[in-house]
């Protein structure tokens, strides 16, 4: 088995840097349950040839290995076979083991796990119509025999419920990677690639291992290194597309928009000018020579000082779809962020409203853009803030490609230093009801193309991961990757279930883990939450790092971004009735719900709405009463999240758990900041007591 | 002429990227003024042959063909030359021609330049006891002919009144300069010098032309490559050396307290122990082998993260007296800076307060270093701000070199893109009444060594230069690198006296040119404080960068830097009747004065009390007015410096009108930012309106 002791062997080798995350598929202590499982898994048919389905057998096989201890057989005769591997109609004797109406079931991507009771006993058949199907069934099923779960009745049938299942990376080519706290890039250094490819293929696997299928794999801001990704450096992009083809994961570049001048040599870039589009034709071409199942561009343009159409009075559907042309014939995608406001407002000028900015740029071009265009939208109408409510484009634009942009890497949320679990945010996000055609039209049945049809679309995500041995930073950020690929997978799961997945196949299954730290990841984003930005208020941090409080930090700002907090009131009135009229871009349901103080989400009331201090919130406290309260409480759940993880000491290995441990006294120490910062700021402000006479200085 | 010509030639040299500052040496426009100059300077007779007194030599005769627009004659015979060039002490009958109580007076760098009449009419003397005199004196004489006065009755007789007259290079390696803001480095570049080494020989020219004769040429903050500057680096500080050395300019390196450990292989930087004495006895050696006449070190120990003696338990004598002793058998000097404080500090803390930290770490020890250790003292408590008292070392210590050390880089007062001229700040500093033995003993008494006596003492500043073509970002910048110099050659020259010097050196003799210029200049930090930081109060600027407004940008911070504004007062109550006892660090007419709030000189009234806002100041008007007033009055004297300029159009080659103006135009953008930003903070804060009603945001 020479093919396959790679990755079981992987483990002792000493030079790996990197933690396995929730691939060590080491949770099977018990070894009368782990010799049930070898008996039962001893061996394997499969005579799918294709690269994707020799990754999906050696995936199985180095994951069985690693699971029971011993090697399974690679055998010749199904009849004989313990696991039988297969893409269906490619040997119709195995198909017709299995029901006819659970095949018709199957999507392209989904699988079918089943054990079959037959003559000779069970056989567990793990098939798809695809062989990236299959890669991601050989998954599902390691990861459910890692659960220790009973596998005699298995029976899983599962097709992804988002077509695109992306991964950003924000990695640049000097090897920094713009918000990544884990280290740096495990793609590049100095301009070219790192001499550790090995880590890269790792990446995929974990990638894969979630459902993941689509990775940009430069950050959205393409600077001149980056530009040349697409000319004389593609060699870089081959040889990681090579990589995470064989995962059944699309290669796309985050490109300049002005490439045509940076390096064409050009004098414009306009999107309607002929000599433009032709360059990007023929440099589109050059790609696909190179790269044939190369997946597309993704833009950022006309953003935060990122060229663009605008530059020539063209719209956003002008500038997106040339490019989507030149992409066309490949089948390549062109996608397009809709991040896109003034980032050089005057703090003075009360009649912008940098929320309102993504609707007005794009929703009147619903319809205009071309069908391998996808609008890549954030979720909410900021930027990845601690609370926002979801963005208005979502459920307003009914005939546009649409993909939500999640961000895994935590840079307002405590940067990997802070334990913040974003499962639960991302939920609340899917859950959110657009009102799109009536009740009933959460954020999750827009993306996925079910209520406006949709060529493509889905959801995607910034990347958390770095060269830290443990890839995220904060060993239990690894449960926002993997929370994230799951959930574009399956946004019906429910947090709980995604939780223990996680749990159990980094920590093991033992039951007082599980409740312990399920509990701490869980309550963490609501902890985050209570100690920093109150009622959605936002960007009461540091600027440009965004790292810790400063309430006025963005406050005066060019930037679009303030809470205008005085002596009586704080919060911007974003009323259609005394404000800035941003409520009114949701569906009406919506818009009256947001409109009205009564029936505004009170975690999000400072962002609808402007608020004396002494404004009374349903708890019956005033508004800063709320903020000191969840701010000395913030910092004591903090300090509890720390006393639950202690009491780990001796069920977790050392070094894992002496760095978790290290990070939840950071977070206390940083979360004590938060509490008095931000109490101090309010309470020199308003001369207005906590009514428990706490210490605020 | 051809060793002469060059000097003369490179202004037509195109090739040249640099402006040539005050020593253009084109300001005679009168052609008959111009003759009459011609006439009187034609010829020179110059015996000295040290390498000085070429350069002084070769100066002068570039000089004065670049003023005359002919070149002048080197004669043999004296009897036959309009000037004498000459070293005392060298040529008896020359020295016979000025008078003995004259040459008595001269001290070593000291100067006498004389017209003397005799039988064969006119001679202009130039004497000196030393070559770097009579550099001095030619300077001083091509920069009193530029003035176009009068020769015939010629009579200067100066002698430095600072010992050490000192320029610090904040220069990194890498050729990033920090807190610079004209460009990057012309020393360095990606860690080896530039390849315009002619343009720092440009630089020893300006500085010598001045008097400045020492210079530090890397960043106080040296870190990986710069330690190497005292190992294998060395041949580039030799390099530099070589220009210098011409120019009777001593050369300093910035060192690594940490270098024993960094590159010399020891476990320890312990200034006590044995083995590190050693090694920089060693060290030492090896610098002075290269580089015989090198100045010494410059060191920034236990401040904002550097290493230090405190590592080890040592005092800062203790840390300096080691490094001393190694520099002793060469004459090396050793400058250790006291800009050491907590930059840890919790800002809830209101027991400790960074403006007593200088005074706490230093005064204890004074009589303790070795005599060729030099205190290198900033002007003020904090560091650089708008507006600060003067430091209460200086003064106190009776027997302890001192220096004084300046800013002409303008980290806090604009950074050359404001117009912000220092000499009357510096002035201020000089002049301050330090009371060390009674009344009439000003800063400028105490570091020249005439108050307590002192064998190395001075004044030294962070130069403002950088790449940029103009040398200071800022054209009119140049007048602070220009005035700094003079100060430290003479404190009591009034500003008025450099200003137009600087004037008419760099714009020519026009009157309206001279009065305008010099208004702007002298008005300018006035202006800046009006719409900047009130009444002492400082650091109301973004982390950092340090540009523009951030009231709490270093608030909440651990750099110790507050000014505990909430919404009834503001300021830190430095008094010892009620506040951190800071005041009692001066002499005892000064704390009083500082300590009594009807004493306390208000523009630094913030600095030492904590006042309400409804605090009424000498001229009636509360706090919260003044800081409205002034603020709106300094936008409008912002205005009114453009408005000035523009009426100079016309009699500033466009080139320099247009890029004054334009700096002008972004000043009144960002002073209106200032204002606002601050005006706003503190309504928003108090909720008191300006009685004017004027726009606050």
Redesign the interface.
Known sequence: MTNNSFEANARDNKTRAYDDCWLRLDGIKDSSFQKNYRRCLESVYCKADTRLAKTALNELLSGLTRLTGSSPKVVDDPESSCIILSILAFDKEIDSALATNEIAKLQPEGFLIKAVKDNKGSKIYITAKTDKGLLYGVFRFLLYLDQQKEIGKLHLLENPKNPIRMINQWDNLDGSIERGYAGRSIFYQNNILTTDMARVKYYARMLASVGINAIAINNVNAHKEETRLIADKIHMVKEINDIFRDYGIRVFLSINYASPIDIGGLSSADPLDDEVAKWWVDRVAYIYKNIPDFGGFLVKADSENRPGPFTYNRNHAEGANMLAAALKPYGGLLIWRCFVYNCQQD??DLTIDRAKAAYENYHYLDGSFADNVILQIKNGPMDFQVREPVSPLIGTMERTNQMLELQITQEYTGQQRHLCYLVPQWKEILDFDTRAKGQGYPVKKLVNGSTFPMKHCGITAVSNIGTDYNWTGHYLAQANLYGYGRLTWDPDLATETITEEWIISTFGPKQELIDTISKMLISSWPIYENYTSPLGIGWMV??DHHYG?????YE?SKWGTYHR????AIGVDRTVAKGTGFTRQYRKDNYLMFENIETCPEELILFFHRLPYTYRLKSGKTIIQHIYDTHFEGVDQAIRLKEQWEKLNGMIDEKRFSHVLDRLKQQIDHAK?WR??IN??F?????ICDIHSRKI?
């Open positions: 703090w003075r540091n600027p409080p400063s309430v006025d930090g005066y907090a005085d002596f009586k900041e008095d910062v101090s700021y309470y020199r402000k308003t001369g200085y």
